[in-house]
Structure formats: structure tokens, C-alpha cells
């Protein structure tokens, strides 16, 4: 693929790179691209930990790591520090971005690595991300966008390099399931976690657990609602999340979608959060 090819020549000129690591699919095929490229001495891979992450990703992102022979180093994230984060206002993931944008360039300072990178798709510069405005801020790369890889071509290239995420679902930050305005704390972060691995055990691979304060509006694809909404599966929901602290339960009609909290701003809000960070 020509895209690849750029990919490679980006990172060649790069030279050494410090690779924001989560485990996910773009991230993933970040590593082993700059591996494959630049050799293992020339790369680390940096991996937050912290509240917001999704349970059991840390074990399965730092395996992989593991076999590409590159250094995993753990960055504490600390986001429930952060008012700014915590206010869970629209521009909440700039200020989580931003914080690990300088946390990652003091460390390829101090380790001698030439750049800093994010697994930014091409598809991502389309979409209300103002995580992406704290790279612009920070001076950083984005490699895969740079070489216009969309979200599907990098699937494709990874089942050609058999990797083990080619086809896993995205699993963003935990607290991009809290409707903005309700503040993100480690309760919430834990029931919504606690909610999504439960429906993982009745065989849902793509959908969300929004957290609506005291409400948990469910997402899923719409060929699987009948399968949550019929017994025994929506008793032992109902019972499962009123367990751990919600009062209601709700299905999405409309199924699952990326970004549904996005409709709660207006355009006003998206705009200035993207300008001003």
C-alpha cells in the first residue's frame, strides 16, 4: 500500500520516536510500524495508567509490547487531579492531552528520542477531537494521519501483519461515556467499567454504558438490542447495574454510535473548545 510507504518514509525521517502508547488499533499499528522501521533501540512506547482506562487493556497492550522486543515505559496519568479534566466540560480532553503531551516530551528529552507520536488516524481530523488541538499546541506528530491512513486501512494493513487487534473494537477513555457537565470521578469511571465488562460476558463486543448520573443509557448495535431486551439477559442487566449504583436502565434505540455524548453541545461550544482549548 502506497499510504504505508509514506508511513515508513515519515518515520525514517523522525529518526527516533517516543510512541503514545494505549494498546488500541491505531496505537498498536503505530508501534510495530516505527519498530519494523526505526529497530526496537530506536523506539519506546509510552503507556498511560490511570482511572479512566478500561479494565484489562493495560495486561493485553503491554504483551504485545512485549513482543516487539521494545521498551514499555508507564506514565501515571493522574487525570482526576485535574479540575480542568474533572469539570468534564467540552474541552475535557484537551486538558488530559495536554498533560500527557508534556509528560512524553520531558521524557524523549531526557531519554534522547527525537519526537513524540500519536496514533491520530486520517479519519480522526474529521471529527470533534479537541485532544487533537493539544498536539497542535505541543508540536505533535501525528504520523498516521500524515500519511492519510484512514481507521480502515489501517485494519487492513494489520490483518496483513496479523496483529492481534486488526479487528477489536475501540475502547476510548471511560470518561468519554459521562454526559459533559457530570463530573468525572473514580465511582462513575468504576460503574461504567464494571457495567461494560458485565455485558462482555453475554457475548457484546461493540457498544457503550453512557453514564447519565443516575442513569445508564446502553448502546449497542441494533441487530443486538432484541438479545439485551429479551430474558434472561435484561433481568440479569437491570440487576447488575442497579448492583452497582445506578437507579435506571435504558436501552438507545438508536444503537451504538461514536460520539453520541457530542449532541449534548452546540456548535458554539465545539467551536470555542477547539479554538482556545
Known amino acids: 500500500m502506497k499510504k504505508y510507504e509514506l508511513l515508513k518514509r515519515a518515520f525514517k525521517k523522525l529518526g527516533s520516536v517516543v510512541v503514545a502508547y494505549s494498546g488500541g488499533v491505531d496505537s498498536t499499528f503505530l508501534l510495530k510500524a516505527a519498530v519494523d522501521t526505526l529497530g526496537a533501540e530506536n523506539v519506546l512506547a509510552c503507556i498511560s495508567v490511570g482511572a479512566t482506562e478500561p479494565g484489562g487493556q493495560f495486561e493485553r497492550a503491554a504483551e504485545f509490547a512485549r513482543s516487539t522486543g521494545v521498551e514499555l515505559r508507564t506514565v501515571e496519568a493522574n487525570e482526576l487531579g485535574d479540575p480542568n479534566f474533572t469539570a468534564n466540560k467540552a474541552d475535557r480532553c484537551f486538558h488530559c492531552k495536554s498533560h500527557l503531551c508534556k509528560t512524553l516530551l520531558d521524557i524523549a528529552k531526557e531519554r534522547g528520542f527525537n519526537h513524540v507520536v500519536f496514533g491520530a488516524n486520517y479519519d480522526d481530523l474529521d471529527d470533534y477531537r479537541p485532544g487533537n488541538r493539544a498536539m497542535k499546541v505541543f508540536g505533535i506528530r501525528s504520523p498516521l494521519a500524515e500519511a492519510k491512513l484512514t481507521k480502515a486501512d489501517i485494519r487492513e494493513l494489520s490483518?496483513?501483519?496479523?496483529?492481534?487487534?486488526?479487528?477489536?473494537?475501540?475502547?476510548?477513555?471511560?470518561?468519554?461515556?459521562?454526559?459533559?457537565?457530570?463530573?468525572?470521578?473514580?465511582?462513575?469511571?468504576?460503574?461504567?467499567?464494571?457495567?461494560?465488562?458485565?455485558?462482555?460476558?453475554?457475548?457484546?463486543?461493540?457498544?457503550?454504558?453512557?453514564?447519565?448520573?443516575?442513569?445508564?443509557?446502553?448502546?449497542?448495535?441494533?441487530?443486538?438490542?432484541?438479545?439485551?431486551?429479551?430474558?434472561?439477559?435484561?433481568?440479569?442487566?437491570?440487576?447488575?447495574?442497579?448492583?452497582?449504583?445506578?437507579?435506571?436502565?435504558?436501552?438507545?434505540l438508536q444503537g451504538f454510535r461514536s460520539g453520541s455524548l457530542n449532541v449534548q453541545l452546540s456548535e458554539e461550544q465545539k467551536r470555542q473548545s477547539l479554538e482556545r482549548g
Do not use: W
Not at 462513575?188 to 457498544?207: H, N, P, Y
Not at 432484541?226 to 430474558?231: D, G, P, R, S, Y
Open 159 to 252: 490483518r496483513e501483519m496479523n496483529l492481534p487487534t486488526a479487528d477489536q473494537p475501540a475502547s476510548p477513555c471511560l470518561a468519554s461515556r459521562i454526559a459533559y457537565g457530570l463530573e468525572v470521578t473514580e465511582q462513575r469511571l468504576k460503574q461504567i467499567d464494571q457495567a461494560e465488562s458485565f455485558l462482555r460476558t453475554l457475548g457484546l463486543v461493540e457498544f457503550r454504558v453512557r453514564h447519565h448520573d443516575t442513569v445508564a443509557r446502553i448502546e449497542v448495535n441494533p441487530g443486538n438490542i432484541e438479545a439485551v431486551t429479551t430474558e434472561p439477559n435484561r433481568s440479569r442487566i437491570v440487576e447488575k447495574l442497579k448492583s452497582i449504583g445506578f437507579k435506571f436502565v435504558t436501552i438507545d
